[in-house]
C-alpha cells in the first residue's frame, strides 16, 4: 500500500482551491484547457510545494516559508482609477512614456491601459477569454516554450491561472516606447494572484518590455506569475522586470523564454519588495547566432528573502550567454543566486559567463551563491564567479579625506555597486528610473 503524502495547511488550501474553483477558472468547459489544468494539478499533487531537500530550492523552502494558502482574490467591487495606478507605481515609473497595459489582480483592465497605438502593432487579449475558445498558435505555445514538467510552482500556476494577458507582436515591427505590463494588487483582504502572460514577438521585431509588480495597499498577497515569451528570428529584445511589492507579499514569479536565430536578448530585473521573492529565469536558445545577456540587481533590508534562479539552456551551437547579479544586504536579509548554464551535446562554439557579487552591509546578512556549468561539448568557452564583501573601508578614506561626511560617502560607494548592474539597461528612461529608486532605498524610505 502507497504511503500517504502528508500535506501542509497551505498545500491542502491550494488542494482546495482547486476543488472547489476549478469549474469557474478560465477556460472551463473547454476539453484542451481543462486537460491542461488536469495534468498540471497531477504535476504539483504529486510533490506538493517544493523544500529544502528539492536541490533547486534548498535555499528557499516554501514549506515552510508558506504557512497557508491565502484565497484568490476576488473581482473588485469598486473601480480602480488611473490615479490609483500611478500611486501604486510611484512617480518615476508613473510618468514613463510607454504603451501601457494595466493587470489589476489578475485581470487585464483596458480601460486603465494607454495602448496608444499598440493595437496597430500587435495583438491584446486577456488570456481568460483565450482560453475559453483557445487558438491553434496557444495551443502550440502555452507550456511549450521552454517545459518545466517538474518545476511543481509552475505546475500550480497552469492548475491555477485565473489572467493574464496574451501580446503578440508582428514581424519587422519596431516599437518606439517600452511596452509596460503593469502588476497592481488591489485586493482588501490576503489574497492570492495567479497569473499567465504569453508573449509573441516577431521576426526582426525590435521590442522594449517592462514587467511592473508593484502594491496598491500593505494587504498580505502571495503571488505566482509566470510570463512565457518567445523571440523571432532576428528580433532584438529588451526584457525587464521591477518589483516593489509590500513586505507582507511571496512573490514568485517565473520567465521561459525561447530565443530564435540571431536573436538579441537583454534581460534585466530589479527587486526591491516582498517579504519572500523567488524569481526564475528559463532561456533557451533554439536557434544559432543569439545572444542573451540576463542581468539583476537586488536591494534587501530587514528579514527578506530574495532568490534568483537561472537556467540558460545552450541547445545550439554558436550562442553567447552573460549573466551578471549584483546583490545588497542589509540587516537580517538573504541572498540567493543560483545560475546553472547546459551546454548541449552539440553545442559547440558556445561562449557563456556568469558573475555574482553581493555587498553585505551588515555582519547578520547572508549570501548563498551556487553556479553550475554543464558542459557536454568541448569547443567552447565558459566560466562562473562569485564575490561578497564589505563596503572597501580604503575608498571610505579616500571619500572621507576629501571632506565627504561618511553617511554620503557610504551611499555613493552603495550606489556605485549597484549602479555597476544597472547599467545593463539599454532604455535610458527605465535605467534613470531604477538609478532614483535605488538611491531612493539608500535614504531608507523604499521606493
Not at 155 to 168: F, V
Not at 192 to 202: A, D
Not at 284 to 291: D, I, N, P
Not at 374 to 396: K, N, P, R, W, Y
Amino acid at each position: 500500500m502507497a504511503a500517504e503524502i502528508l500535506k501542509t495547511k497551505a498545500e491542502q488550501g491550494f488542494a482546495d482551491q482547486f476543488t472547489a474553483g476549478k469549474s469557474a477558472l478560465p477556460g472551463a468547459g473547454n476539453a484542451w484547457a481543462e486537460g491542461l489544468r488536469d495534468a498540471a494539478w497531477e504535476t504539483y499533487a504529486s510533490v506538493g510545494l517544493p523544500h529544502a531537500r528539492v536541490e533547486e530550492w534548498k535555499y528557499t523552502d516554501l514549506r515552510r516559508l508558506l504557512s497557508e494558502a491565502y484565497p484568490p482574490a476576488p473581482a473588485l467591487a469598486e473601480a480602480l482609477n488611473g490615479d490609483d495606478v500611478a500611486k501604486a507605481l510611484g512617480s518615476v515609473l508613473a510618468g514613463l512614456e510607454c504603451h501601457r497595459l494595466v493587470i489589476v489582480d489578475s485581470q487585464f483592465r483596458p480601460e486603465l491601459s494607454d495602448l496608444g497605438g499598440l493595437e496597430g502593432m500587435g495583438d491584446i487579449q486577456s488570456l481568460g477569454d483565450q482560453l475559453s475558445s483557445p487558438a491553434d498558435w496557444l495551443k502550440q505555445t502555452l507550456t511549450q516554450i521552454t517545459p518545466q514538467q517538474n518545476d511543481t510552482v509552475i505546475a500550480l500556476n497552469t492548475a491555477l491561472m485565473s489572467g493574464g494577458i496574451t501580446l503578440r507582436i508582428g514581424d519587422n515591427v519596431v516599437l518606439d516606447k517600452p511596452v509596460h505590463i503593469v502588476h497592481v494588487v488591489a485586493a482588501k483582504e490576503a489574497a492570492s494572484v495567479t497569473l499567465r502572460n504569453v508573449i509573441s514577438i516577431g521576426a526582426a521585431a525590435k521590442v522594449c518590455l517592462l514587467e511592473s509588480y508593484v502594491s496598491l495597499a500593505d494587504t498580505p498577497l502571495q503571488r505566482n506569475a509566470v510570463s512565457e515569451l518567445i523571440a523571432g528570428d532576428g528580433s532584438d529584445v529588451q526584457h525587464i522586470k521591477f518589483q516593489n511589492e509590500n513586505m507582507d507579499s511571496s512573490h514568485l514569479t517565473s520567465w521561459m523564454t525561447r530565443l530564435g536565430a540571431d536573436v538579441t536578448y537583454k534581460a534585466f530585473q530589479f527587486s526591491i519588495g516582498a517579504a519572500v521573492a523567488r524569481n526564475q529565469i528559463f532561456v533557451t536558445f533554439a536557434g544559432e547566432g543569439s545572444t542573451s545577456h540576463v542581468s539583476g540587481a537586488v536591494m534587501g533590508r530587514g528579514k527578506q528573502h530574495n532568490d534568483t534562479t537561472m537556467v540558460i539552456d545552450h541547445a545550439v551551437p554558436g550562442c553567447e550567454s552573460r549573466e551578471f547579479n549584483k546583490l545588497v544586504l542589509d540587516g537580517s536579509a538573504r541572498g540567493v543566486v543560483q545560475c546553472k548554464a547546459i551546454v548541449r551535446k552539440h553545442a559547440q562554439k558556445t561562449d557563456g559567463h556568469q558573475m555574482a557579487q553581493a555587498l553585505m552591509l551588515s555582519e547578520m546578512a547572508e549570501f548563498d551563491s551556487k553556479p553550475e556549468l554543464e558542459i557536454f561539448a568541448d569547443d567552447v568557452v565558459c566560466g562562473h564567479g562569485s564575490t561578497s564583501g564589505q563596503v572597501d573601508d580604503e575608498l571610505m578614506f579616500y571619500l572621507r579625506a576629501r571632506g565627504i561626511p561618511e553617511p554620503q560617502a557610504r551611499a555613493l560607494l552603495i550606489a556605485a555597486f549597484v549602479g555597476e548592474a544597472i547599467e545593463k539597461v539599454s532604455s535610458e528612461p527605465i535605467r534613470e528610473a531604477f538609478r532614483s529608486m535605488s538611491e531612493t532605498w539608500l535614504e531608507g524610505e523604499g521606493a
